[in-house]
């Protein structure tokens, strides 16, 4: 059997404020999340500098939240970063667009010398 992926190209770099309620909208879709809970997550604590977008024709399609933490173990500081709301259109899952995002994510953190990253499923 042969199986045939539809081809395209993404590209992949961080949100802008005008495409926030694009990423709020994919996160709607992957996540169901009452309303309530993600105004509040958008108004409160979203920020687009911190989020990593696959775009296909300047349209985001995925997401991903980089929350940069300091966190202590054994009394020593590491700079931690938080991997949070992996999402992805519906007519775009299966693709490996996520685990593109994921790669991207990991490339970013080494070179902005993370010591540990911290997936949030």
């Known amino acids: 059997m042969l199986i045939i992926k539809e081809v395209f190209h993404l ?3 961080f949100a802008t404020p005008d495409n926030t309620s694009e990423i709020k909208n994919i ?3 992957s996540f ?3 309303e309530s809970f993600t105004n509040w997550f958008f108004d409160e604590i979203y920020k687009s500098e911190n ?3 696959a775009y296909d024709e300047n349209k985001p399609v995925a997401a991903l939240q980089l929350f940069p ?3 202590s173990i054994e009394g ?4 931690a970063a938080y991997i949070a709301g992996v999402s992805v259109l ?3 899952r299966s693709k490996g667009i996520s685990g593109r995002l994921l ?3 990991n490339e970013i953190m080494r070179r902005q010398d993370y010591d540990i990253a911290l997936l949030i499923p």
């Open 11 to 13: 590209d992949i770099r």
């Open 27 to 29: 996160w709607r879709y």
């Open 32 to 34: 169901q999340d009452p």
């Open 51 to 53: 989020t990593l977008a």
């Open 69 to 71: 933490k300091t966190i």
């Open 76 to 79: 020593k500081p590491y700079n």
């Open 90 to 92: 519906p007519e775009y």
């Open 103 to 105: 790669v991207e994510a």
